[in-house]
C-alpha cells in the first residue's frame, strides 16, 4: 500500500524553526517528485515547495521563499521541509503529497495525513 | 485570493445533479495544462478524484467526471449521494508562478 506519513508539528513561536518530516513507503520513492501543500485553518489548500527524484529541482511558493527549505533522503525514503523565520500565518496542516505524471502536468496522490504547525506567542 | 476561481459553494438534493466550475487565465488552464479535482471529507486529507482534465482513478465512480474548455473546467457529480458532501478543489499548473496551483474550493452540501 502506498503511504505517506508526515511527523514533526507542533506550537512554536513567532519566527521559530521547525522541521517536518514525511516517511514514504509502498512505492519507489526515488522515482517521484515530492511535494508540500498546506491549508490554514478553515481555508483553502495552498501549494509550498516541490522536490524532484534526485533534487536537481527544487521550487518554492513566494509565500515561504527564503524561508523554508524542501530536501529528501532517497536512502531513507524520507521527505523534509525546514521552516525558519515562522510566522503566524504559517500556521496550518502541512501535508506531503506524492507528484505524478510529466512536470506542468502531474498531479497529487496520495496525500499523507498531514501535521499541524501552530505559529503562536 | 486563489489563482483558479470556484464558487464557494453549491448545493443539490439526492439524486441529483450538479457542476462545479474552475475558472483559470491563459498562464494556467487557457495554457493548456490539465486541470485536476480532489475531494476532501471533513477532517480528511484530500484526495484525487479525476486527473488530467477528465480521468478517474481506479475505485472513483463514474458519476463523477470532469472537463476543460479554454481557460476553464469543471467537476459533475451525477446521481448525488449524502456520502458526497465535501470540499472539492480544482489544481492545475501556472507557467508565471512555476509551480502548482489551486482552487479556493467548493463546499457541496447534500440537501
Known amino acids: 500500500e502506498v503511504q505517506l506519513v508526515e511527523s514533526g508539528g507542533g506550537l512554536v513561536k513567532p519566527g521559530g524553526s521547525l522541521r517536518l518530516s514525511c516517511a514514504a513507503s509502498?512505492?519507489?520513492?526515488?522515482?517521484?517528485?515530492m511535494n508540500w501543500v498546506r491549508q490554514a485553518p478553515g481555508k483553502g489548500l495552498e501549494w509550498v515547495s516541490s522536490i524532484s527524484s534526485s533534487s536537481s529541482y527544487i521550487y518554492y511558493a513566494d509565500s515561504v521563499k527564503g524561508r523554508f527549505t524542501i530536501s529528501r533522503d532517497n536512502a531513507k525514503n524520507s521527505l523534509y521541509l525546514q521552516m525558519n523565520s515562522l510566522r503566524a500565518e504559517d500556521t496550518a496542516v502541512y501535508y506531503c503529497?506524492?507528484?505524478?505524471?510529466?512536470?506542468?502536468?502531474?498531479?497529487?496522490?496520495?496525500w499523507g495525513q498531514g501535521t499541524l504547525v501552530t505559529v503562536s506567542s | 485570493q486563489s489563482v483558479l476561481t470556484q464558487p464557494p459553494s453549491v448545493s443539490g438534493a439526492p439524486g441529483q445533479r450538479v457542476t462545479i466550475s474552475c475558472t483559470g487565465s491563459s498562464s494556467n488552464i487557457g495554457a493548456g495544462y490539465d486541470v485536476h479535482w480532489y475531494q476532501q471529507l471533513p477532517g480528511t486529507a484530500p484526495k484525487l478524484l479525476i486527473y488530467?482534465?477528465?480521468n478517474r482513478p481506479s475505485g472513483v465512480p463514474d458519476r463523477f467526471s470532469g472537463s476543460k474548455s479554454g481557460t476553464s473546467a469543471s467537476l459533475a457529480i451525477t446521481g448525488l449521494q449524502a456520502e458526497d458532501e465535501a470540499d472539492y478543489y480544482c489544481?492545475?499548473?501556472?507557467?508565471?508562478?512555476?509551480?502548482?496551483?489551486f482552487g479556493g474550493g467548493t463546499k457541496l452540501t447534500v440537501l
Open positions: 488530467g482534465n477528465s
Open positions: 489544481q492545475s499548473y501556472d507557467s508565471s508562478l512555476s509551480g502548482s496551483i
Open positions: 509502498g512505492f519507489t520513492f526515488s522515482s517521484y517528485s
Open positions: 503529497a506524492r507528484e505524478v505524471g510529466s512536470s506542468g502536468q502531474s498531479w497529487f496522490d496520495p
